[in-house]
């Protein structure tokens, strides 16, 4: 299995609402990583997860909470969004040394916050 | 921070060739491209690691001038599979990988 998988694909959520993104690989990848991507932008980092440890938040708001309960699987808590978060949140996975080796994406969940 | 990509945009008739560039202000250690599609993934295309490399994959390769902080991806005679969104990215510190700026290319018949 070479994939990572994300779901749901879609996902229309109010502004009180709390909603979660899933992603899960079978590759035994270590490493895990959160990305935002805006309309003609490319991914923005948000974090990144390494042995189920959280070691890099790039200063993503509080209300994006990610979590990841085994090395298979990462979440991605949201409460309170506001439209502006609108956008594809990508998950990637990696050996360790994904800088050496490359990161395999899913195909992303689109997030639309009304 | 992110890389710099040139152009931003391009449009190719099938069987034509493109170059594109990617340039950081920083030194970069490894350069690595990707293909996304519309609302698809980035699918990894291949991972430059050392100054002077070159590497192939089918019609697509790429080169690495690590003193100039420079690579560029070679679109050889060009099908309509190659239209998408190709981004270069690097890792400036460890495990933060930035993609670059983005080339939109379009391959029509």
């Known amino acids: 299995d070479t994939e990572v998988t994300q779901t749901p694909k879609h996902l229309v959520m109010g502004m009180t609402n709390k909603k979660s993104l899933k992603c899960e690989q079978h590759?035994?990848?270590?490493?895990m990583y959160w990305y935002k991507q805006k309309a003609k932008k490319p991914p923005e980092l948000m974090f990144v997860?390494?042995?189920?440890?959280?070691?890099i938040n790039e200063s993503v708001p509080s209300r994006f909470s990610p979590e990841c309960p085994n090395s298979s699987l990462l979440n991605l808590h949201l409460h309170a969004l506001q439209p502006e978060d609108s956008a594809l949140y990508l998950c990637?996975?990696?050996?360790?040394?994904?800088?050496?080796?490359?990161?395999?994406f899913g195909s992303g969940t689109r997030l639309t916050v009304v | 921070q992110q890389p710099v990509q040139s152009p931003q945009a391009v449009i190719l008739r099938e069987g034509e060739d493109a170059v594109i560039n990617c340039s950081s202000s920083?030194?970069?250690?490894?350069v690595h491209w990707y293909r996304q599609k519309h609302g698809e993934a980035p699918v990894f295309l291949m991972i430059?690691?050392?100054?002077?490399e070159q590497k192939g994959h089918e019609k697509i390769s790429a080169s690495f001038n690590e003193k100039k902080q420079q690579s560029s991806l070679y679109l050889t005679a060009s099908q309509l599979s190659y239209s998408g969104t190709y981004f270069c990215?690097?890792?400036?510190?460890?495990?933060?990988?930035?993609f670059g700026s983005g080339t939109k290319l379009n391959v029509k018949p």
């Open positions: 990637a996975s990696s050996p360790l040394g994904g800088q050496y080796l490359g990161y395999t």
């Open positions: 590759m035994g990848h270590r490493a």
């Open positions: 997860y390494s042995y189920e440890k959280l070691s």
């Open positions: 920083k030194a970069l250690y490894s």
């Open positions: 430059l690691l050392k100054g002077g």
């Open positions: 990215g690097t890792t400036y510190n460890f495990n933060k990988f930035y």
